[in-house]
């Protein structure tokens, strides 16, 4: 067995039986897949806060598994996150998933990191795996969704809440340069989410979160953002962000970050945040069926929103830690 790295600027060929290896090994997950554009576009390309290595299995012309390690770089320098991990169906119970588990903690190492992560369903092979190689829970999630198609949308409309002294600023698609500035602050809001106690604060720089914009046309994606301001001198306050398929051929969309900078809290910001984008993006996307969204099972503030609006429990996931 040969574990060959891949190089996503000359391998394409190689990416796409990753992806497919990873197709392969998700039937059991009822939930939206990363399409091949997504699946390059986040997870093999290199950015400013993350490097990228991609590592696969190739056995008669064909990626048989393999993993993506992501190495920190602006914070967090001592964690490596490897996700996915995959071994197709026909080649499990063979060793090759221990394999591939080992190689990835010895990159890690000499890499000079010292935390890896990964994350895997609460239950089914992925946790049974990571439990078996010494991996312990750092953290659960729920996913949840909200069906479009049944929501009762005159109620949603009630639920708006009047927040005097705060506006509303809403766009498609990628932030122009004069917006970047406001999301670096409110993306910041996302530090008070919880997480592993060894985890630090990330440094959402201006590179960062250009380089995130510029890249989202390049995923097959766009986007419906929300950002609330402060009448009084404008100060960003908080913002949120649905994600779809920019050829609109399906009818997943998927609820990214929602936050609320600090000084801003207690005026139900998130609620009518997270309202006025979903009305908003459903008046454009009538042909979308349903949102998934993740969070924290301790982030009761968040999850009383979600149940609020309908959200219903999907599944549940653990992050998972080792010290290597």
């Given at each position: 067995?040969v574990?060959?790295?891949?190089?996503?600027?000359?391998?394409?060929?190689?990416i796409?039986?990753?992806?497919?290896?990873?197709?392969a090994?998700?039937t059991d997950?009822p939930?939206?897949?990363?399409?091949?554009a997504?699946?390059?576009?986040?997870l093999?390309?290199?950015?400013?806060?993350?490097?990228?290595?991609?590592?696969?299995?190739?056995?008669?012309g064909?990626?048989t598994g393999?993993y993506?390690?992501?190495?920190h770089?602006l914070?967090n320098?001592h964690?490596?996150?490897?996700?996915?991990l995959?071994v197709r169906?026909?080649r499990?119970?063979?060793?090759?998933?221990s394999?591939l588990?080992?190689?990835?903690?010895?990159?890690?190492r000499?890499?000079?990191?010292?935390l890896?992560?990964t994350?895997?369903?609460?239950?089914?092979?992925?946790a049974?795996?990571?439990r078996?190689?010494?991996?312990?829970v750092?953290?659960?999630?729920?996913?949840?969704?909200?069906?479009?198609r049944?929501a009762?949308?005159?109620?949603?409309?009630?639920m708006?809440?009047?927040v005097?002294?705060y506006?509303?600023?809403?766009?498609?698609?990628?932030?122009?340069?004069?917006?970047?500035?406001?999301?670096?602050?409110?993306?910041?809001?996302?530090n008070?989410?919880?997480?592993d106690?060894?985890?630090?604060?990330?440094n959402?720089?201006?590179?960062r979160i250009?380089d995130?914009?510029?890249?989202?046309?390049?995923?097959?994606?766009?986007?419906?953002?929300?950002?609330?301001?402060r009448?009084?001198?404008?100060?960003?306050?908080?913002y949120t962000?649905?994600?779809?398929?920019a050829?609109?051929?399906d009818g997943?969309c998927?609820?990214a970050?929602?936050?609320?900078?600090g000084?801003?809290?207690?005026?139900?910001?998130g609620?009518l945040l997270?309202l006025?984008?979903l009305?908003?993006?459903?008046?454009?996307e009538?042909?979308?069926e349903?949102?998934?969204?993740?969070?924290?099972?301790?982030?009761?503030?968040?999850l009383?929103?979600n149940?609020?609006?309908?959200?219903?429990?999907?599944?549940?996931?653990?992050?998972?830690?080792?010290?290597?």
């Amino acid at each position: 067995m040969v574990i060959q790295p891949i190089d996503p600027l000359s391998q394409g060929d190689l990416i796409a039986g990753l992806h497919d290896a990873y197709v392969a090994a998700a039937t059991d997950d009822p939930g939206p897949q990363l399409s091949l554009a997504r699946f390059r576009a986040h997870l093999c390309v290199d950015t400013p806060g993350l490097r990228t290595e991609l590592w696969a299995v190739v056995e008669d012309g064909k990626v048989t598994g393999g993993y993506r390690l992501a190495l920190h770089l602006l914070d967090n320098t001592h964690v490596g996150t490897v996700l996915p991990l995959v071994v197709r169906p026909e080649r499990r119970t063979k060793g090759l998933g221990s394999a591939l588990f080992e190689h990835a903690v010895g990159r890690l190492r000499a890499h000079g990191r010292r935390l890896m992560l990964t994350e895997t369903p609460v239950i089914g092979a992925g946790a049974r795996f990571a439990r078996a190689h010494g991996m312990t829970v750092a953290l659960t999630e729920a996913r949840r969704t909200l069906d479009l198609r049944t929501a009762d949308w005159p109620a949603l409309e009630a639920m708006v809440p009047e927040v005097p002294g705060y506006s509303l600023e809403q766009w498609i698609g990628p932030a122009g340069p004069e917006l970047l500035p406001d999301l670096v602050t409110v993306t910041g809001g996302m530090n008070d989410a919880p997480r592993d106690g060894d985890l630090e604060d990330m440094n959402f720089s201006l590179d960062r979160i250009r380089d995130h914009e510029r890249r989202i046309p390049d995923s097959g994606e766009t986007c419906y953002t929300t950002i609330a301001r402060r009448d009084s001198d404008g100060a960003p306050a908080g913002y949120t962000r649905l994600y779809l398929a920019a050829d609109r051929s399906d009818g997943w969309c998927y609820q990214a970050d929602t936050t609320v900078l600090g000084e801003h809290r207690g005026h139900r910001l998130g609620l009518l945040l997270k309202l006025r984008n979903l009305l908003w993006m459903r008046e454009r996307e009538p042909h979308l069926e349903r949102v998934i969204t993740w969070n924290a099972t301790s982030n009761t503030h968040m999850l009383a929103i979600n149940e609020a609006m309908g959200f219903e429990l999907f599944d549940e996931w653990n992050q998972w830690r080792l010290d290597v």
